[in-house]
């Protein structure tokens, strides 16, 4: 996608503070952290939300969630993490390029 934000940072046309990267994915630290370490993963692959999910996408993202389990202690998060997908505006996406948050560095409230 031309003008997607996310793809231009993997192509490498936007800076970024790149975590992690291979053929599939790239780990990046988010610009406006909301927690200590706040870091964003996504597919170099543009699609927008789970609803897009084909054969696939659904074995990339697997394999996104297994590399972030293997590689959550190194980036500092070996005390525990939260992943959040927004799916959607209402839901509070703002990039329509499908990113996993990964967000920990402090202990982190989970209640309503
Ligand atoms: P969401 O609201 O779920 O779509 O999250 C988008 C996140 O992307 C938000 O936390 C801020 C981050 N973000 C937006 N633009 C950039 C950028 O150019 N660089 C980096 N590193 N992060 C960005």
Redesign the pocket.
Known sequence: MEDC??C??ARGE?P??KVYEDDEILV???????TKI?L?CIPKEHFKTVAELNEQRTLLLGSALKKIGALAPLWGLEEGYRL???QGEA??????HL?I?ILGGEPLRWEK
């Open positions: 934000i996310f231009k940072i936007i970024s503070a990046f630290k988010d610009i406006n952290p909301l706040h964003l959040v997908i927004n839901a509070g996406q703002s990039v329509p990113h948050h």
